[in-house]
């Protein structure tokens, strides 16, 4: 069976070629690995909503906590909260004392 393909110069044989796409492939597939395990992965954003429910806390309460320094992100005229900076921002403050000043 003849092959109507033009020859293509590379500075490999094929064989030689193919075994390094698969080197290249194969790292970068180890470095994705590293940087997941590593906790590159992004925060999901949550929802007004969603944090209230999770703190068991009105809207009122948290919106009140945004105006005193809790840790939001705006997109679009809406407000987003990652789920690390909240649980900081409760440790770092005495929650009964925020409680309490409302």
């Known amino acids: 069976m003849k092959n109507n ?5 590379f500075p490999y044989e094929p064989a ?7 080197r290249i492939i ?3 597939i180890r ?10 992965e992004e925060e999901p954003l949550l929802q007004r909503r969603e944090v209230a429910t999770k703190l068991r806390i009105s809207l009122v309460t948290l919106n009140d906590w945004v105006k005193r320094g809790l840790p ?5 005229g809406r407000v987003y909260f990652l789920y ?3 649980m900081e921002y409760i440790r770092k ?3 009964k004392k925020l409680i309490q000043l409302e």
């Open 72 to 76: 939001s992100h705006k997109q679009r």
């Open 84 to 86: 690390s900076e909240v």
């Open 31 to 40: 470095n994705t690995q590293k940087d997941i395990s590593n906790g590159d």
């Open 93 to 95: 403050n005495d929650v």
């Open 5 to 9: 393909h033009p020859p293509i110069l």
């Open 26 to 28: 194969q790292e970068e």
């Open 16 to 22: 030689e070629f193919w075994i390094q796409i698969r």
